[in-house]
């Protein structure tokens, strides 16, 4: 077994409870990691099937597909030993995919057997709302346990799923969440613990949850506070875009519609880890790194993305989202690299979502002339490999106005805001490399031609309104929620809280995202979050 890392000086005698982790290589376990060694234990990771055998605690944090998921721990042999150290009695953590394990069989992968240790099978949610299920919702506590200890009910936690459990036997329900329909969350049975949440993305009270379970903590706790209805939170998201300024020091800058240079100079408006560490105390709900110069062709070893990912997973317990040069491609030395190699190595870093700008338009473009889907696109790729909800396509479009509907063959739409010889429509032109180079190719067809293709949700950015504190552009939200069923992100132009509320009241977008006024301490984001409170459904700052 290979131990990680271990904290503390042990006496002799002392018993170390070593926490095991089930690592199938699919996505991001070092939030998981991380959480743990923040609590001050020892994580080994499993390296053979004795391994899972021989623990004491397991941790299983499931990323990605069922089927890929199954066919990994079918292809290691862990999938007896799995069942063995569950029937143990052994105390047992499922995060996720690992939760759905447990389960007879999913509609994910139709044909594959789960462990079915609990008899029912995994459902994809079939519902009016954005699919996948993503942001912070609460739970609805249905039994006592001891992973409750300090939590006093009404804490909301991060989800990330498109498949829920139907668990035959309702008593195994530890708690259920409300989205749409009620489902299951988490379930509790003897030892065995499983959350369809992520604790290790859960900020504080996710750590509180980790805490209490590997600490071996037997006390059973009912909180104070056991709601009858959960609610989804609108999410407010802090972005960075990072490039190198021109001493070679990466910083955070902020462009005026997309052009980052004042005087000549890249605006220098911090350092990524630390600005990040400082959004995650003020309650952002998530962080956005953007890679603004990800077109340029780097070593992938070279990328100093992942260096920032990993420095902040180490303290930031709130999903991290990546993007910037997540294509195919071929380095200065003639290295090449897929997508899907470029997306992992973020992944190992520390990130949880991985966002596709440039190479999006490309493969719409594509697509869209022959009809036929490859299933060789970035988006096709990683979304198979780490599941749709991994997947954001970050869209840069600009406005182009014109004088009626039918005069271009793009999706356009009546505007209130008219154009520079009075025109009263526009439609929204996808950009790429920055907005550096314009396509014929609109924002509204690349969104939902993205979903068909695999994406999990939208980043909308807004050339016009970029870094203008005008607000959200209202009319392009509308016009792509309107054509897709995952879930959106508005981006570009907040410049107070009221934009915030203005946007979560006029469009159904799922998120806001703002960099401007936040680097610059114009509002911190736990004022966004007092002006939302009471108007709109938010996250409690911690
Ligand atoms: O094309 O896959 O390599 O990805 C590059 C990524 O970098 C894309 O997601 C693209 O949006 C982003 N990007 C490229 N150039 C710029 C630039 O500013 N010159 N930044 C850029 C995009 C937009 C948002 C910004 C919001 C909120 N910046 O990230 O944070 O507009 O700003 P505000 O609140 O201050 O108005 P690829």
């Known amino acids: 077994m290979f131990r990680h890392f271990l904290h503390g000086i042990y006496a002799a005698g002392d018993t170390i409870d070593m926490i095991t982790l089930l690592d199938y290589g699919a996505g991001n376990v070092r939030s998981v990691i991380n959480a743990i060694e923040k609590l001050g234990e020892g994580v080994s990771i499993v390296q053979t099937s004795g391994d899972i055998l021989a623990a004491e605690k397991l941790v299983f944090p ?14 290691k042999g862990y999938m007896a030993p799995l069942s063995d150290y569950l029937n143990s009695g052994r105390p047992f953590l499922g995060i996720c995919l690992g939760m759905q394990a447990l389960f007879e069989k999913s509609e994910e992968a139709p044909g594959l057997k ?20 993503i942001g912070w919702n609460g739970v609805n506590i249905k039994q006592a346990s001891p992973i409750f200890t300090g939590l006093n009910g009404n804490e909301k936690f991060y989800f990330v799923h498109s498949y829920y459990v139907d668990a035959a036997d309702p008593s195994v329900a530890l708690t259920t ?37 590997v600490s071996g903590n037997r006390e059973t706790t009912l909180p104070a506070s056991i709601s009858t209805e959960t609610t989804l939170a609108k999410r407010i998201i802090a972005c960075l875009d990072v490039r190198s300024n021109d001493q070679g020091d990466l910083v955070v800058t902020k462009g005026d519609q997309y052009d980052v240079r004042e005087d000549g100079n890249v605006r220098n408006l911090g350092k ?11 309650g952002a709900d998530e962080i956005t790194f953007l890679n603004i110069t990800g077109f340029r062709d780097f070593p992938l070893e070279d990328m100093p993305m992942l260096h920032v990912l990993r420095e902040t997973s180490k303290t930031v317990f709130v ?35 991985i ?6 338009v490309l493969i719409v473009e594509a697509y869209l002339k022959t009809g036929q889907k490859t299933g060789k696109s970035a988006i096709e790729k990683i979304s198979e490999v780490y599941g749709n909800q991994a997947v954001v396509i970050s869209i840069d479009p600009r406005r182009v106005y014109v004088r009626s509907p039918d005069q271009v063959s793009h999706t356009v739409v009546p505007t209130d805001i008219p154009g520079p010889k009075g025109e009263t429509y526009c439609w929204f ?28 949700e939208i980043l909308l950015n807004c050339i016009d309104r970029d870094g203008t504190n005008a607000g959200f552009d209202i009319e392009l939200i509308n016009a792509v929620k309107q054509a897709v069923s995952i879930p959106v992100i508005a981006s570009s132009g907040a410049g107070s809280a009221a934009h915030f509320l203005e946007v979560f009241e006029k469009t159904g977008a799922e998120a806001a995202l703002a960099a401007g006024i936040f680097h610059r301490k114009e509002v911190p984001i736990s004022n966004v979050k007092a002006y939302l409170n009471g108007n709109v459904e938010i996250r409690p700052t911690p």
């Open 319 to 353: 999903p991290l989202t990546i993007g910037g040069g997540i294509r195919d491609y071929t380095d200065k030395n003639g290295k090449t690299y897929t997508a899907l190699e470029v997306a992992a190595e973020y992944f190992r870093s520390g990130a949880d979502k």
């Open 272 to 282: 990524p880890v630390e600005l990040a560490g400082r959004y995650y105390e003020e």
């Open 355 to 360: 966002s596709i700008g440039s190479d999006a």
């Open 62 to 75: 499931g990323v990605g597909s069922f089927g890929n998921m199954i066919r990994i721990l079918h292809q």
């Open 114 to 133: 789960g462990l079915g240790i609990l008899k029912g099978c995994v459902r994809r949610f079939n519902i009016k709302r954005s699919v996948p299920h």
């Open 177 to 213: 969440t409300d989205y749409e329909i009620e489902f299951v969350s988490s379930v509790q049975t003897g030892n065995i613990i499983a959350t369809q949440f992520h604790p290790e993305k859960s900020g504080t009270s996710g750590l509180r949850l980790f805490e209490n379970f």
């Open 429 to 456: 032109q996808c950009t790429i490399k920055g907005g550096r180079e314009g396509r014929d190719l609109d924002a509204v067809t690349l969104a939902r031609t993205c979903e068909e293709l695999g994406a999990g």
